[in-house]
T-cell receptor, first 118, second 111 residues
């Protein structure tokens, strides 16, 4: 089991460019979460997705950020027209359970994608 | 707003000592409290977790103490080793909703 796979591990963009971060969940997991970690800070929830559906995007900035989890392929976090404040580590996590299901929501995290905006 | 407050922000402990990290929460509906360990350049990994119906859970050198009335829980690392040097995050969740994380504690174990 390869775990949660994220790529690229490091991404450098200039202001105004687009950043695309990809996440493949653990085998058998159909629930994907994106978290953002700013330097010296904790993890902030951004969005929760299931296949082809956005379930909770309450932590996602209203502009420039979007996420998808298509029927086939990885989940994508897309940041348009990046600004320096977008520089952060973006972590994807997957779980067997999701909201609305009983049991503890144990998340398995990927190694993260570190975005640097010049 | 659901919050989890974690302290200290950083901690230095001598090898063999006890490392203690504390967290406090506000929402009494939280029913699962995991701790995550994160090494530099890596993603957080689940270390140990507890439900509020027990006051303590121990796994090897790691122990969670839980005080429901005070809405506090803590992580104790016994016989701390240099390999324990990492950032530790407490978290809380209600049912199967999204995890709410503390701010993190950077732990350094001096040899």
């Amino acid at each position: 089991n390869a775990g949660v796979m994220q790529n690229p591990r490091h991404l450098v963009r200039r202001r105004g460019q687009e950043a695309r971060l990809r996440c493949s969940p653990m085998k058998g997991h159909s629930h994907v979460y994106w978290y953002r970690q700013l330097p010296e800070e904790g993890l902030k929830f951004m969005v929760y997705l299931q296949k082809e559906n956005i379930i909770d995007e309450s932590g996602m900035p209203k502009e420039r950020f979007s996420a998808e989890f298509p029927k086939e392929g990885p989940s994508i976090l897309r940041i348009q027209q990046v600004v320096r404040g977008d520089s952060a580590a973006y972590f994807c996590a997957s779980s067997l359970l999701g909201t609305g299901q009983s049991g503890a929501n144990v998340l398995t995290f990927g190694a993260g994608s570190r975005l640097t905006v010049l | 707003q659901q919050q989890v407050k974690q302290s200290p922000q950083s901690l230095i402990v001598q090898k063999g000592g006890i490392s203690i990290i504390n967290c406090a929460y506000e929402n009494t509906a939280f029913d699962y409290f995991p701790w995550y360990q994160q090494f530099p350049g890596k993603g957080p990994a689940l270390l140990i977790a507890i439900r509020p119906d027990v006051s303590e859970k121990k796994e090897g050198r790691f122990t969670i103490s839980f005080n429901k009335s005070a809405k506090q829980f803590s992580l104790h690392i016994m016989d701390s080793q240099p390999g324990d040097s990492a950032t530790y995050f407490c978290a809380a969740v209600k049912g199967a909703q999204k995890l709410v994380f503390g701010q993190g504690t950077r732990l350094t174990i001096n040899p």
